[in-house]
């Protein structure tokens, strides 16, 4: 089993790659023989997505070949990012893009090729969670729906709000929050055990294979459209 998780925190230290990294050790307590890879985007050369890229077979210069095998070869994937002006940093949405290259079917782009890829989001914010709450969760949505029409499948979403030591001023926090990192690290044994299930049996509890099976009937009833 293993899991890739992506940082987009640009910060040293990084509330973001903190959350990160207590959500991988539930991880690694509910599947200690779990493979996790973590990189951080801020350590990544990749270049603007352009159409010349819409190839599955990846031919770069940049670091965006080694991500796709990372990615192929990954049972599960998990996003850490802070929340910039109501969405994520650039480079994720760069990496989002160029992974329609091999997410995507190459004769209609349409198709989502992951193979139900279990999905885990870590979001960080300085605004409170009732603005997550109200409005935030949707001005990130187009992350985890990006990921949804790839053919992943969206295992949950958390949001540590306020991550300022002050108001007005940015800096690493949440490691000063026991109540947060033991929230994010049981959630990290949840999804460690269903991507341990889901490896072992292609089966996600029945609340996720709704969901899943509801998305793809309303794929089918736009594509009749469009």
């Keep these: 089993m293993k899991i890739l998780a992506l940082v987009a925190g640009t910060n040293d230290?990084?509330?973001?790659?903190?959350?990160?990294?207590?959500?991988?050790?539930?991880?690694?307590?509910?599947?200690?023989?779990?493979?996790?890879?973590?990189?951080?985007?801020?350590?990544?050369?990749?270049?603007?997505?352009?159409?010349?890229?819409?190839?599955?077979?990846?031919?770069?210069?940049?670091?965006?070949?080694?991500?796709?095998?990372?990615?192929?070869?990954?049972?599960?994937?998990?996003?850490?990012?802070?929340?910039?002006?109501?969405?994520?940093?650039?480079?994720?949405?760069?990496?989002?893009?160029?992974?329609?290259?091999?997410?995507?079917?190459?004769e209609t782009r349409t198709k989502g090729q992951l193979p139900g890829t279990p999905a885990y989001f870590l979001y960080t914010g300085g605004a409170p969670v009732a603005a997550w709450k109200g409005l935030m969760r949707f001005t990130t949505s187009h992350l985890p729906e990006s990921i949804r029409y790839y053919g992943g499948t969206i295992i949950g979403k958390d949001f540590e709000g306020k991550c300022q030591p002050k108001r007005g001023t940015f800096a690493l926090i949440v490691d000063q929050r026991p109540a947060s990192l033991a929230r994010v690290e049981a959630k990290g044994k949840s999804f460690g055990r269903i991507v341990d299930r889901y490896v072992q049996t292609k089966i996600f509890p029945l609340h996720f294979r709704i969901i899943n099976r509801t998305y793809k009937i309303g794929q089918k009833i736009v594509a009749k459209f469009f």
């Design 13 to 106: 230290p990084s509330n973001a790659d903190v959350l990160c990294d207590a959500f991988l050790k539930g991880v690694k307590e509910a599947v200690p023989q779990a493979e996790i890879v973590k990189l951080r985007l801020k350590d990544l050369t990749i270049k603007h997505f352009a159409l010349e890229d819409y190839h599955p077979q990846c031919t770069s210069e940049d670091d965006f070949c080694r991500l796709q095998e990372h990615m192929e070869s990954a049972d599960a994937l998990v996003f850490a990012t802070p929340v910039w002006n109501f969405s994520v940093p650039g480079h994720l949405k760069n990496v989002i893009d160029r992974m329609g290259a091999f997410c995507l079917d190459e």
